[in-house]
């Protein structure tokens, strides 16, 4: 009946003692009437159950049949209200109709003015005001500094017109432009200029009183240089009045050519560049190398400068 | 494996040991009726696939020892205290009612071990598989049973 015991003390226990239990064991069954009635209640239990699973069955059959049917009216009664139904552009336009009436309908929004839109505009009036405010001073220091440079600029312009006319008196008339010019350049103009330069630093245009200095300072060079080319030219033409081939300095010394050296007389035809004497005799005795050439013309074309011992003067050759 | 449930062979194959077991359990022939009829109607009620008759047959104790446990817990159950009455043969009764009501007298873990060891003949691998219990346990439950049989049956003490 049982295999070989896993217990260590199976000797404990006779053999007497385990056949009294087998048999007491053995003894204990049901009735016959016991069993059957148990067994008459299991069946009847089985048959309850097998009842139940069938009535579930028929129910669950029942309702799948009736979810079928239902789906089938669903889908019959959706294809009739889909025929029912208008037509689409038509159904759109009347939307449409009703949505712009309820947009006309609607209360329009008030306009609504946030703090920012009263606070921003304030502020920026204030920070205007306390940058004009702030600016006041300097805008004052400015116009002092442009009236200073108003007031210094005639006594400037006077002191550049002496120059001039003292650099005139002694220098040639050619220097003499020149001084006069530079002076004029380095007087007026640089105390015009100094005052446009403040003034464009300060981002304003050069005043009308600086260009009213300037222009006074160019008219009385201008009528400087009138006077000396008036004198000067008054002793040019009694010097170029006479032969070309002498040549009488601006100091009255006399030159005259020497024999033999290359000598051209200006013609019309004589181009800048042209040498017209090569070598002098100073004072009718020495004699010096010098190069006469056509300097330039100006105004006058039968006049001509002519370049004396590498220096531009105004010797003026006339065309013999 | 068999699919479903004839509740009428099964029924007539384990009857017996459920019935059994039950009676070692609650100790009188109408508890235990009313537990194999419980038994079986769990089958009834929840058929079950077994692998063969030995996987039928250890469900069933096992279901058997859940719901003895159950009705031992109850504390509606009022215990009776009549004897069996189904015994076979009643010139043995004596005797059998001497070492039955030794067992009877065990508690629940050892009535257990007593009965599926000696007469159902489950190694005690098996029985701890059945209660949930590891082996060790089990055998030291037999010897402890053995040891109180002896003391009731009038043998020596260990």
Known sequence: MRGVRDHNDAEFFDNELEAKLQAAFAEVEPSDEAAARMLGNLKAREAQVQEQAAAQAAAVAAAQAAAVAAAQRAAQASAA??????????MSAEAAQIIAAAREAAPKPKRVIRPW????????????????????PLLRNISLDHADQQAAQPAAVEAASEEAGKAANEAPSSAMGDAASSATSSTGSSA?????????????????SAEAASSAGEDVLSEDLSAMDAEKGAAMEEFWARDFTAIEGDNGEAYSLVEGAASAPVTAASEVGDLVCAAVAYNAGETASVTCEIFTSKNNPDEFLVSYLGEEVYYKARKA | MQQGTNIEAIFNRHMKTVYKLCYSYLGNAAD???ATQQVFMKLVDKPRAFSGEEHERAWLIVCAQNLCKDV????????????????????????????LEAVLALPDVYRECIYLYYYEGYSTADIAAMCGAPPSTVRNRLADARKMLKTALGGEQA
């Open chain 1, 81 to 90: 209200s889909v025929e029912e139904t208008k037509d689409p552009e038509a």
């Open chain 1, 117 to 136: 839109q009263v606070i921003v505009p304030a502020a920026a009036v204030l920070v205007l005001g306390a940058v004009a405010i702030a600016s006041g």
């Open chain 1, 192 to 208: 015009g200029s100094s005052a446009g330069i403040e003034e464009q630093e300060f981002g304003l245009a050069p005043s009308a």
């Open chain 2, 32 to 34: 235990a009726e009313d």
């Open chain 2, 72 to 99: 031992l817990k109850s504390a509606a159950r009022t215990r009776r205290a009549e004897m069996p009455t189904d015994v076979a043969d009643p010139s043995q009764r004596a005797e059998t009612d001497e070492t």
